[in-house]
């Protein structure tokens, strides 16, 4: 079970009530626990989601959040696709994150590291021009490629993420 750990402005959209036992429990997956905030740049609400263990981000149109914790499978194997991660590493990483519960976020390391990285995004989004899919291949491709800090270390994303499935 992967959890969906939200922010105050996310979970009190969710339609779930956040899970008991989410504080004990480490991911079973190699991308860990997602984070998940809500902002919004040029009048459009966005969710920017986040992997616990490696940075990866999803950016998402925020029409549908209550429907968020049966579509992260669907986003995080559309956004590992995009990557060119192999077709066996994907079904692994959807099979080891089994059901998404919804906590409230748990690690501050992370939440700093969302908060950069929705701070970058609303620049990028700002300066860009085109369609909603290309500003999301745009924002995601940007967000990958920069480093951030994960406990003591520094990591990129997308070598974190090759790393772990690869």
């Known amino acids: 079970m992967v959890y969906l750990r939200a922010t105050k402005k996310v979970l009190d959209r969710l339609p779930a009530t956040p899970h008991p036992q989410a504080e004990s429990a480490a991911p079973p997956n190699a991308l860990g626990d997602w984070f998940v905030t809500r902002f919004v740049s040029r009048r459009q609400p966005y969710l920017l989601l986040l992997s616990s263990t490696t940075r990866l981000a999803i950016l998402d149109a925020a029409k549908d959040v209550r429907g968020l914790p049966q579509r992260l499978p669907?986003?995080?194997?559309?956004?590992?696709?995009?990557?060119?991660?192999?077709?066996?590493?994907?079904?692994?990483?959807?099979?080891?994150?089994?059901?998404?519960?919804?906590?409230?976020?748990?690690?501050?390391?992370?939440?700093?590291?969302?908060?950069?990285?929705?701070?970058?995004?609303?620049?990028?989004?700002?300066?860009?021009?085109?369609?909603?899919?290309?500003?999301?291949?745009?924002?995601?491709?940007?967000?990958?490629?920069?480093?951030?800090?994960?406990?003591?270390?520094?990591?990129?994303?997308?070598?974190?993420?090759?790393?772990l499935l690869g």
């Open 74 to 163: 669907l986003l995080v194997e559309q956004r590992l696709w995009e990557m060119g991660i192999g077709a066996a590493q994907v079904q692994q990483e959807l099979a080891d994150m089994g059901a998404v519960q919804v906590a409230p976020t748990n690690d501050r390391s992370t939440l700093g590291a969302l908060n950069l990285f929705v701070a970058a995004t609303q620049v990028c989004l700002e300066q860009e021009e085109g369609s909603p899919r290309q500003l999301k291949a745009i924002v995601e491709s940007f967000l990958e490629e920069h480093f951030s800090r994960r406990g003591k270390e520094y990591i990129f994303p997308a070598e974190a993420v090759r790393e």
